[in-house]
């Protein structure tokens, strides 16, 4: 995939016999194709830690004392390192699903019970959990952080809330 991507343009290169052209097909069977195999990935309990490229990765990721959600579309944010909480502003998107994954069993939720609750796909929820955990980094200054955490659930793959369940 990394191929086809054509910078100029900002598009989708196809591939084949009729050469390298940036088309607005390539794009969507690409993103298509991503977004397939982001949802099998986590259907086969790989996820956001399949991403990194080793322990390394793991070993920087700043771990979160607590979040809560707060008014507004916000998660308040609390680290080891970080004096007082931080707050990351979210979309109603993002924010609804941060609630949803909150409000589930401790153990988390299983990527379908997350897609009914949202009413979306399965194979979008990687996505939406992927985007959310790009903020809450954004807001902790672009340090590696998650607030959602790949899993098992109800003996599926899911995702489950980083720490503690306070609300605010």
Not at 44 to 63: H, K, R, V, Y
Request: proline share 6%.
């Amino acid at each position: 995939m990394d191929d086809l991507w054509e910078p100029e343009a900002g598009m989708w290169n196809e591939p084949g016999a009729s050469g390298k052209r940036s088309t607005i097909r390539a794009a969507y069977y690409t993103v298509s194709a991503y977004q397939e195999a982001l949802g099998r990935l986590a259907r086969i309990g790989l996820g956001e830690e399949a991403a990194g490229s080793g322990d390394s990765d793991i070993a920087a990721e700043i771990p979160l004392r607590s979040a809560e959600l707060a008014a507004g579309y916000r998660v308040l944010l609390t680290t080891p390192d970080i004096d007082g909480p931080v707050v990351c502003e979210l979309s109603e998107r993002l924010f609804d699903l941060a609630k949803v994954v909150h409000d589930g069993p401790g153990e988390g939720m299983s990527t379908e019970q997350i897609a009914q609750a949202l009413f979306v796909a399965p194979s979008s929820v990687p996505k939406y959990v992927q985007r959310l955990n790009q903020a809450v980094s954004a807001a902790l200054g672009g340090a590696p952080a998650r607030l959602l955490l790949p899993g098992t659930a109800n003996g599926v793959s899911g995702y489950a809330w980083a720490r503690s369940k306070a609300t605010g």
